[in-house]
């Protein structure tokens, strides 16, 4: 939306991307450049019409990821709330493993989808999805693992229907430094040595979310004034068994002076719990926790005081947006390149009322 905006600001020419979606440049690369119901896709249904005989196809990198399964269970209500049928919804299980993927994503086009949705597994494997799709004259919508700027960018310019609906992962480590900043140096620094010594468990590497998760939540506290002194840095890949592990580690090696525990996201935060409960700590006492993705165990968590805080990935608002998308792209509405959502700073003061939003 930013680059669309800059463009629309910098060329009159961008006024026929208006809504990135509109028929004309949306349209599937081999539809004709006129406004005409020709230049749909084949598959394009009435605003508002019958949904209920199109098939979609979504892929997940994997089943067993807890805020991923949040995710897809909405998706999946909230497609049929819209008319599709559930029977013509099928979600493959990418079990963590990108050729198994791309086999799925292969299945997918030859069984003939209306539409795909797709959370890579790689987010570098986006290109060569993307082709194949594109090729295919699917929509694609990716969700979850942004593809980088270039691939985004390569929609735009090919006038592709595909686009992508998540949050910008900056701000969700921001907003985890802030909770942190918020206590204030005198409440964090139990060793007294002037710093916020601290261990991040960091997801997938490869994932942007973990990039700049791990990145933005340490600006923070730069930002703030406050000198920081990383005694830990490992990856945990969003799971909370090696979460568990890493931070049992860490406390044994660094014991006392461990006062900050940033995990990438809540599965690994509910693992550095365990840990730190196991190694005699108490959170709010003598250390502090945050995470991400703000789970009903968290929030729960987060009440009790037993982890500092999280951050809200609002699975509702990305699943609803994906399959919005998902019904633009088949009735030709098209959409814009980047769907955004924002992330919500938890903390006890607000985790009631974010339980309750999740019912
Ligand atoms: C993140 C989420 C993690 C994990 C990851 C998978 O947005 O916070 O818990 O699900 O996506 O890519």
Partial sequence: ????????????????????????????????????????????????????????????????DNFMTLFRTELE????????????????????DQATQTNQIQNFITDGVDVLIINPVNSSSAATITDMVVDANIPLVYINREPDADEEARWEAQGWDVTYVGCDARQSGTMQGEIIVDLGLDAIDFNGNGAVDYIMIEGDPENVDAQYRTEFSVKA????????????????????????????NALGQFGNDVEVVFCNNDAMALGALQAITDAGRTVGTDIYLVG??????????????????TVFNDHIAQSHGAADAAVNFLTGAGNDYYIGCDYVKVTSDNAQSILDSLG
């Fill in 221 to 248: 506290l730069t930002d703030a004034g406050l000198d920081v002194n990383c005694l830990s840095d490992q990856v945990g890949n969003w799971d909370q068994t090696q979460g568990q592990q890493l931070v049992a």
């Fill in 77 to 96: 209500n909230y497609l049929v709330s819209l008319g599709f049928s559930k029977d013509n919804i099928t979600i493959a299980d990418g079990a963590n």
């Fill in 1 to 64: 939306m930013k680059k669309l905006l800059s463009i629309l600001a910098s060329t009159l020419m961008a006024v026929s991307l208006i809504g990135c979606g509109s028929s004309t440049q949306d349209s599937a690369p081999a539809a004709a450049a006129d406004n005409s119901s020709a230049a749909e896709p084949a598959a394009a249904v009435e605003a508002g019409g019958d949904l209920s005989d199109k098939k979609v196809g979504v892929c997940i990198y994997q089943f067993s």
């Fill in 292 to 309: 991400v993705d703000a789970l009903t165990e968290v929030c729960e968590d987060v009440l009790a005081g037993t982890i500092t805080g």
